[in-house]
């Protein structure tokens, strides 16, 4: 893996390289590429990568094995029905509200395999409280929705980018609306717009404290009424299936394991859309569902995809401390209940254990200020005070505004004991979303032939070092929706051959290790992960330092080499596949990338502060950016389980 800022001259160049002893490299198709000025300045983020991708195809000619294939048989509803391969035109990975927003777009193409790790409705969409912003105001403007997110990301957005997000956005609401999604309106009839912290116009269109939710549901209902998109749950996504075509990565498919029957399953596909969400659970506080452990990031990187801006990790201000609550949870929670930030676009107020406000000490905007911002603030009150959490207050405003724009909060809290009509809101930072991910182009295109990328596990430039509140649903309606037509015309000039299934070698399942030896491999490798949670919370926070950065990547290297060599030792081998071990594979390999991405920024921007470098400085407004290494001598984690079929 070989990691630095985007150049600021005419060529890619790394700053840091920090492979430690692996074989790496520079991924060969951006090598010799020059442009004229530095992709911030002279050419924008999204564009320059379609413009690389749209040189590397004319540079790089398709082999003559491409020019003897025959076009496929048209794929049909039976090839999807039994056996272990699936062929479809189109593989959907995550069925958030992106990937179901492009199942029911492409679906009217072609069949289409929603791939999904647990019940379709487990994502962090469902999990998304507060709502989408879009310009839906009169008093509102693009300008104003843009500059809002431009100075959330601390000026690191892609513009080009920004303006189709801001853009697009009001048409994306009435889409939904049109399919059955249900908002909140005011007395007047009309949509009833929130404003949260960094927004300066109320433009959040939500329903109650449930909004994605809502959402999910009326993408779900149509999906399930589509004929032509086949849902298939608890499949767990191993790998992506490529190949190398001269200098061009290529993507056919998906390797996944049916957790509930341990089958692996192969789907063989003309197009791959990447919408698995993020990678909450390298942490051990996170609002994400258990789902989210960072497997399309992983994944993707494997795949030799570019990976950008890994550093910057949002930690939400307020997820719901349960310590503070007047009656204590009888178990851990999977993950943190989140405090959605309309309380405070709504009017809450940030104290400390005397009920002293201190956020106008921090920042001039106080509880309406961006979300970095707000989780440093509290963390450094905390430290300060040497207390364990802060107190939220809605208590102020009217009950019934409460209880009707916050009833899930309110229900919530009224199982432990807490009436947030009457009490303040215990409430400290937790892992929400990942900023970074794999990068894409204006139309969620990747490096990777084949390959487009949507909603969390994309990068595109939209939230820069910072995300926006209520972008992020957002981001990944446009890009789901951007991501068709280009799919479609791949599909269409696929000539993906039906026995390609055959390139790769399957994975298999660890039954011949019996039952005792899995036992304990799972048991260990929970163990694992909460230290690697630990160190990632520790080490690699809301407040970082080169020492601790470079202590975090040591143990984490050691922890990882602990842990393979416990698996092989027990007999597992490098194509054996589980639940567990491939989650912490994933796990592994997010972790060093947000590590890696960290220790090449020299300075403090957005949601990535370090005590050593701790202003901004314009030179380094540029992306981080991951380039894939070579496979030879990488851990477990880093490399696909196949070997790369070469045409």
Known sequence: MATGLAAGSSKL?????????QSCGQASWVSGVTFKGCPQKGLSWSSWVS??????????????????????RAVTASCLKDGSVKNVDFAVIGSGVAGLRYALEVAKHGSVAVITKAEPHESNTNYAQGGVSAVLCPLDSVESHMRDTIVAGAY????????????????????????????????????????????????????????????????LEAVVNDPNIFMFEHHFAIDLLTSQDGSETVCHGVDTLNTETQEVVRFIAKVVLLASGGAGHIYPMTTNPLVATGDGIAMAHRAQAIISNMEFVQFHPTALADEGLPIKPTKTRENAFLITEAVRG???????????????????????APRDVVAR????????????YVLLDISHKPKEKILSHFPNIAAECLKYGLDITRQPIPVVPAAHYMCGGVRAGLQGETNVRGLYVAGEVACTGLHGANRLASNSL???????????????????????????SNWWAEPVVPTPLGGDVIHNVIIRTRELRKELQSIMWKYVGIVRSTTRLKFAEQRIAELEAKWEQYLFQQGWEPTMVGLEACEMRNLFC??????SSALARHESRGLHYTIDFPYLEESKRLPTVIFPC??????????????QHIH
């Open 590 to 595: 997010c972790a060093k990338l947000v590590l």
């Open 630 to 643: 070579s496979p030879m001598k990488s851990t477990w984690s880093s490399r696909q389980l196949h070997n």
């Open 13 to 21: 160049q790394f700053r840091e390289s920090v492979c430690r002893g």
């Open 51 to 72: 413009k690389v991708l749209q040189l590397q195809r004319s540079n790089f000619p398709q082999s003559s094995i491409h020019d003897n294939w025959k076009p496929p």
């Open 474 to 500: 957002l981001e990944a309606l446009v890009f789901a929706r951007r991501a068709v037509q280009p799919s479609i015309d791949h599909m269409s000039s696929s000539n993906l051959d039906l026995s390609a």
């Open 377 to 388: 603030s509290i963390d450094d009150h905390l430290k300060k005070r040497n207390e364990k």
């Open 156 to 219: 690191l957005c892609d513009e080009e980018t920004v303006r189709v997000v801001c853009t697009e956005g009001p048409d994306m609401i009435r889409e939904l609306i049109a399919m059955g999604a249900s908002f909140d309106h005011g007395e007047d009839g009309n949509l009833d717009l929130a404003r949260e912290g960094g927004h300066s116009h109320h433009r959040i269109v939500h329903a109650a404290d449930m909004t994605g939710r809502e959402i999910g549901r009326a993408l």
């Open 346 to 368: 709504d009017g809450g107020i940030l104290c400390n254990l005397s009920m002293e406000r201190f956020m106008p000490l921090y920042d001039e905007r106080a509880e309406l």
